[in-house]
């Protein structure tokens, strides 16, 4: 079992930053990859925003590179999504997911808010 909680959302305005962190305890071992999706809006599906492997390779959705850095400090067993320059679109729900060999865990989601 994996735990996740994430932290850091909030209200912020636009071109502003915010850095969301998703810790992770339980079976850490077995984590592949860590991502961050979010949620626009309430019922629809989820979006890969950006993801890192246990490697420490990342990848990134086109509408936030160069914009947004995922990262990892593995003492912490946290993982950290800096947004930059951030924009009225990128108002969502943020989860951190962690994808083992076996499944994937979720965390409860943190909601940001960029404001006009």
């Known amino acids: 079992q994996v735990q996740l909680v994430e932290s850091g959302g909030g209200l912020v305005q636009a071109g502003g930053s915010l ?3 998703c810790a992770a305890s339980g079976s850490i071992f077995s984590i592949n990859r860590m991502d961050w999706y979010r949620q626009q809006v309430l019922g629809k599906q989820r979006d890969l925003v950006a993801a890192i492997t246990s490697g420490g390779s990342t990848n990134y959705a086109d509408s936030v590179k160069g914009r947004f850095t995922i990262s990892r400090d593995n003492d912490k067993n946290t993982v950290y999504l800096q947004m930059n ?3 009225p679109e990128d108002t969502a729900v ?3 997911r962690a994808l083992t060999r076996l499944r994937d865990y979720w965390g409860q989601g943190t909601q940001v808010t960029v404001s006009s």
Do not use: A, E, K, P
């Open 85 to 87: 320059d951030l924009t």
């Open 94 to 96: 943020y989860y951190c």
């Open 19 to 21: 850095r969301l962190s």
